[in-house]
């Protein structure tokens, strides 16, 4: 059974930036694809981005290009989001989520195709 764990959130300033980690254990990781999503104060759930199996492509939602990076590291076990130029309206609790149908062609934006989660980490941006 695969288990994610998410890690770095915390209080930054706007313009800051934070790194988020997300470790994987059980199963086998290298062949999922990987995404970020976050839930702010009264929203629903929304992608901010996914990694393929192999790391080769990428997705982000529009309001994070430029500022948020994702990658992976397969010999890890571990996803990471690195997001810098942090606004107040980026404040939500980010969840690390799996696609474990191994070597999938596609990068879901839907959080319904994602089968497995972690327990989120909180992130507050202050202005």
């Known amino acids: 059974q695969v288990q994610l764990v998410e890690s770095g959130g915390g209080l930054v300033q706007a313009g800051g930036s934070l790194r988020l980690s997300c470790a994987a254990s059980?199963?086998?990781?290298?062949?999922?694809?990987m995404g970020w999503f976050r839930q702010g104060p009264g929203k629903e759930r929304e992608f901010v981005s996914a990694i393929s199996w192999s790391g080769g492509n990428i997705i982000y939602v529009d309001s994070v290009k430029g500022r948020f990076t994702i990658s992976r590291d397969n010999a890890k076990n571990t996803v990471y989001l690195q997001m810098n130029s942090l606004k107040s309206e980026d404040t939500a609790v980010y969840y690390c989520?799996?696609?474990?149908?191994?070597?999938?062609?596609?990068?879901?934006?839907?959080?319904?195709?994602?089968?497995?989660w972690g327990q989120g980490t909180q992130v507050t941006v202050s202005s």
């Open positions: 989520a799996a696609v474990t149908r191994p070597f999938l062609s596609t990068l879901p934006r839907d959080k319904n195709v994602y089968d497995t």
């Open positions: 059980g199963g086998i990781y290298r062949s999922y694809t």
